[in-house]
């Protein structure tokens, strides 16, 4: 490879001047390398960044690489910039997105007998979120719209690809104020919409919806186990 320190280098320049991950084949053919050469160069950036223990740490994050800060330094930088935007999940929304996260795609109606809670608001506030999307229609009467993460979903909370989630056991395992990235804040209350969201891009069936549904969940039936239904 012609000057890897240069090569290098223009890597960890391009990284840093993008607010977005960048896919591995873009990197290659930006720096002129094959992509085996500079996956080798950004796993060595990645050890250099983590070695220092600096402020900034390179990661492989919803299928490309991008700079983050570290998270040793989390607590401080909330305090500093107490104006950073935060999306806001309720515990019922969270158990939402996980569901829709380990079984998309995923129809409301199966969210629902999952759940056993009408799930209507919840998706909705999702997608206002950009954190869950339609991804097309099941093949059966009827063609309800089916449901699955979005690229958000894996920046939000750290994922190179859905394969990196945790295990339904591990899940199990792990309270929610450890499921909680810097970007999500966990509530006890009720979701809205993202105020900014259009309501007309939501599939047709949401975008009626009951009184009792936009303020309460609607018992459906007794609910089973998230970790029953993974099994």
Do not use: C, W
């Amino acid at each position: 490879m012609e000057d890897r320190n240069y090569i290098k280098g223009l890597l960890e320049a391009l990284l840093f001047l993008s607010s977005e991950p960048i896919k591995l084949s873009s990197l290659a053919k930006s720096s002129g390398v094959e992509k085996t050469d500079a996956r080798e160069l950004l796993d060595e950036l990645i050890l250099d960044y983590q070695e220092k223990e600096g402020g900034f740490l390179l990661r492989e994050i919803a299928g490309g690489y991008q700079f983050i800060t570290n998270q040793l330094y989390s607590d401080a930088l909330s305090n500093i910039f107490k104006d950073k935007k935060r999306e806001t999940l309720s515990r019922g929304t969270l158990d939402t997105l996980a569901i829709v996260a380990y079984k998309q795609p995923i129809t409301l109606t199966e969210l629902d007998e999952i759940r056993g809670v009408s799930s209507r608001a919840m998706v909705a506030s999702l997608i206002s979120k950009k954190l869950v999307k339609a991804v097309g229609q099941k093949e059966v009467p009827g063609r309800p719209t089916l449901y699955g993460t979005t690229n958000d979903f894996l920046l939000h909370f750290g994922l190179s690809k859905l394969a990196d989630l945790p295990t339904p056991v591990e899940v199990k395992e792990l309270k929610f104020e450890d499921f909680n990235p810097e970007t999500i804040s966990i509530t006890e209350d009720g979701d809205e919409l993202n105020p900014d969201f259009d309501t007309k891009l939501l599939p047709e069936e949401l975008q009626v919806q009951e009184e009792s549904e936009t303020s309460h969940e609607s018992v459906i039936n007794p609910p089973e186990s998230f970790e029953e239904q993974s099994t």
